[in-house]
């Protein structure tokens, strides 16, 4: 996952339209509808259903039918109840994982690219590390170690991985937006830096926050899954991954139970195609050059 | 009034600010209340990094800048606010002075938010008409406009009435008319003069030579980061005994001149030496007339 540092001034009172261009855009309004009404049925869904996914409630191994929407696992749960609750950790992981990686993300982004000088030398150290990391292998470690595993722990050790990208193009564009003469006519006005920041140099980005928001929060979602279908999912709770693992662990697929394995594959390729799609849609609307193409 | 003390100026560059720049050598000067003071030089002669500094924006390496007599630099965020209710500044781009999604007279809003916050709304949009009808442009026709929807004339002007907003005392205009064009130039500059008129200290940062004598009484030619040569505009400029100087006047173009009539060669000047070592010291040559190095 990578972003190009593109910096675009946004076109001056183009809010509302770029909001029109939006939700006329079919890539964006197709994406985000399967990504909402998946989120719906995620934060609904358990409501009408039991609170235990995992519990045995009917035959074994049955295929879909009217009682079993998407029918049994080889232990007899409802594939369909522990479906909905998977969304609801899925959506979760990518809202919390995504969300603390962003946070990181802006604030070493800003600090370095607006203090400039050793603070940006050491942050910019400090981000490279954290980017040639083997990721993965780090994260086998933590989980396997850690004594809870929860899908908010999880979503906790995601976060603290994934944000150098989006620090680093932060920081290119504060850089940049940093040297304006505005920056330096807002310090005249004895604003702080903060203030600074918040006022002036991140309005001129917002539709790339936009996007990285949108682009961290799928790839914690697929992090996620990816740590899950190995073993290291939450022990506590049922996520789309582990109900990918479990029907592997159990050869569903020779045994032919595609109901136990393809809802859980399907949302998650969906989810996180859809996110992808809104994107290259958003773009079209940021960059009008491409409307056209 | 504002007093620069023996300044200097070294840039950190490189990796962990392993290499120095030194822009700004050991410079002094001072402005007078209603006074313009000019400061010329090339490109990359220390020009813009004394504005700076005189306006807080970067730190002074060494050396001291004083307001009525009290050192002013590096200080914390409520008295650097407070230097700016008397000091404030004008910068080249007019168009990189204003943020570009957002309406041009927020800078006005931005000084009440900071400075004004008790004052209702409709008195602040009397003071924002006053001010605009002093630096001659018409509130209806600049206000609740998008930047890229004004000139460059204009967008300069609402710039210096934003200081006048404050109660300054010193403006520091840097290149402020160098992307203008030739007629709105005049008018701004004629503004920088009522201003003056009013009693304000003005730092004008130009290298235009001939703009520096209009308006000012005294200027300072720099280079290399070093004043060579400053003092009274007419003596300076009649009788440059700087090398330096010299050249510099003499390649400023005149409207009765072909460039083919030009004959005389530039005289040879000193190479850019060590920049930690200081500048030859300024010698006074005449009343109101100071050279470096005779
Ligand atoms: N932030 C900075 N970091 C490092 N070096 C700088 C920085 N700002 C300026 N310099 C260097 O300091 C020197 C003086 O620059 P300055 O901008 O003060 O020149 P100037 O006289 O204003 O030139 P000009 O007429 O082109 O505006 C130049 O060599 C420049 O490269
Ligand atoms: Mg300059």
Known sequence: MSAEVVLQTEPVGRRGEHLYFALRNPKVAGGLAVVLALLLLGLIGPFFLSDSPNEYVGPKSEAPSGAHWFGTTYFGQDVFTQFVHGLRSSYLVGTLG?????????????????????????LN?????VLVLPALAVLIVISSYLEVRGVVAQAVIIGVFSWPWVARAVRAQTFTLANRDYVDLARLTGKRSWRIIVHEIMPN????????????????????????????????????????????????????????????????????????????????????????? | MLELRNVWKSYRVG?????????????????????????????????????????????????????????????????????????????????SSYNPIFKADRIFEAVRESYFPAVKRAEWSARVDDVLQGVRLDPGSVLGKYPHQLSGGQLQRMLIARALLLDIQVLVADEIISMLDASTRIDVLNLLGELKERGLGVLFITHDLSLANYISERVVIMRHGAVVEAGATGKVFTDPRHPYSRNLLAS????HRKWSDSDAEPEALEPDGDRDVPPPPLTEVDEHHWVAGV
């Open chain 1, 98 to 122: 995504g969300g603390i990686a962003f946070v990181i993300g802006l604030a070493v982004g800003f600090t370095a690219g607006y203090r400039g000088g050793l603070v940006d030398e050491v």
């Open chain 1, 125 to 129: 150290m400090v981000t490279n590390v």
């Open chain 1, 205 to 293: 980005m917002a539709s790339y926050l936009l996007m990285s928001m949108i682009l961290l929060f799928g790839g914690a979602i697929l992090f996620a899954a990816m740590l899950d279908f190995i073993g290291l999912g939450p022990a506590n709770a049922v996520s789309l991954g582990t109900m990918m693992q479990q029907s592997m662990a159990w050869s569903s697929l020779h045994l032919g139970m595609w109901w136990w394995f393809v809802p859980p594959g399907l949302a998650i390729t969906l989810i996180v195609g859809a996110l992808y799609i809104t994107n290259v849609g958003l773009d079209e609307v940021f960059n009008p050059k491409l409307r056209e193409m």
């Open chain 2, 15 to 95: 990796t962990l600010g392993s290499k120095r720049l030194t822009a700004v050598r050991d410079v002094s000067i001072d402005i007078a209340p209603g006074e313009v003071l000019s400061v010329v030089g090339e490109s990359g002669s220390g020009k813009t990094t004394i504005g700076k500094m005189v306006l807080q924006l970067t730190s002074v390496t060494r050396g001291s800048i004083l307001l009525d007599g009290a050192d002013v630099t590096a200080r914390g965020h409520a008295a650097r606010k407070a230097y700016y209710r008397r000091v404030q500044g004008v910068f080249q781009d007019p168009f």
């Open chain 2, 252 to 255: 400023v173009p005149q409207l």
